[in-house]
């Protein structure tokens, strides 16, 4: 089981790589995760991390697909706060760079949405948002079902993602005027 996660994990670094993003850990670190024990399974010290950033995240998407553009500002700053409050020094160095560039892209994005003067400059931070959430999930893991939503529509047709903890979609990037608009891309555990 250890080696098949292994070989997901450097099979996701792989990928991450070959798309060119800088925000995304290089091919050859090995990141290796330290469990903590909970009540019904192991959770790793950077899925926990995640746990907690997703559960702003979510406030941050639902907000955006309720439209409430004061909402989605207050909830970034949620996730401004769990940002900052992140221990790296529980991780292990390769863990470290790899969750390093990650979070700072995401306390970027986070501000961005805070900052933004409207929703459509919150929903552009947003896709970015997006994408780091789902770099950690894919290098990380997760302890529990995550999905990946893709709206093809968004952006004049080149299109967004964004992570659900529900296969119902509720569209961030349109709100009240495309609130279906995606299907689920990707399932993550």
């Not at 909970?38 to 959770?43: G, I, L, V, Y």
């Not at 995606?182 to 555990?189: A, I, M, T």
């Amino acid at each position: 089981m250890k080696n098949l996660f292994l070989g997901l994990t450097a099979a996701a670094l792989l990928a991450f790589t070959s798309c060119g993003s800088p925000s995304e850990p290089a091919a050859n670190e090995e990141v290796a995760t330290e469990t903590l024990a909970t009540d019904d399974h192991q959770t790793s010290v950077p899925q926990k991390q995640f746990n907690e950033l997703f559960d702003q995240y979510k406030q941050v998407t639902t907000a955006l697909s309720s439209d409430d553009s004061t909402k989605a500002s207050h909830a970034a700053a949620a996730v401004l706060e769990v940002i900052l409050q992140n221990d790296l020094s529980q991780l292990s160095e390769a863990e470290q760079k790899s969750m390093e560039p990650m979070l700072e892209s995401m306390r970027v994005r986070a501000e961005g949405i805070n900052k933004a003067n409207d929703i459509a400059e919150q929903r552009v931070h947003l896709e970015e948002l997006s994408k780091n959430m789902y770099a950690m999930a894919k290098t990380f893991g997760t302890d529990h079902t995550v999905y990946k939503i893709y709206c093809s529509m968004y952006d004049n047709d080149r299109g967004a993602y964004w992570l659900s903890d529900s296969k119902e979609i509720k569209n961030p990037y349109f709100g009240a005027s495309m609130f279906s608009c995606g299907e689920v891309q990707e399932e993550l555990n």
